[in-house]
Nanobody
């Protein structure tokens, strides 16, 4: 009930790509803002990207702009994070999170804004 499951993590080479997926269980993402967060060892969890319920508005942290793309396919009830040009500093556990906000024109990358979280998927980028 009201659970999120991440998939698509793994090992990639520097400059390579991975595509993460976030799929809910027990609810539809149509009415939710969704965010991607990551946490590396010894560091705080940071907001990577977010997307509004409509998919019309997105937000990225500066370190991933131009490399990562968040998208959603509401027909498949899935949100994606396409990660290109990966760097070793992208290594972290990646989490998706959802917040019940429908029709908004902005989204935030702050952890306190999100009520529902997945268990995370490991992304490791080697040099």
């Amino acid at each position: 009930q009201l659970q999120l499951v991440e998939s698509g993590g793994g090992l990639a080479q520097s400059g390579g790509s991975l595509r993460l997926s976030c799929a809910p269980s027990g609810f539809t993402l149509d009415y939710y803002t969704v965010g991607w967060f990551r946490q590396a060892p010894g560091r705080e969890r940071e907001g990577v990207s977010c997307i509004t319920s409509s998919g019309m508005y997105t937000n990225y942290t500066d370190s991933v702009k131009g490399r990562f793309t968040i998208s959603r396919d509401n027909a498949k009830n899935t949100v994606y994070l396409q990660m290109d040009s990966l760097k070793p500093e992208d290594t972290a556990i990646y989490y998706c999170a959802a917040d019940f906000r429908y029709g908004s024109r902005e989204c935030g990358r702050r952890t306190y804004e999100y009520d529902y979280w997945g268990q995370g998927t490991q992304v490791t980028v080697s040099s």
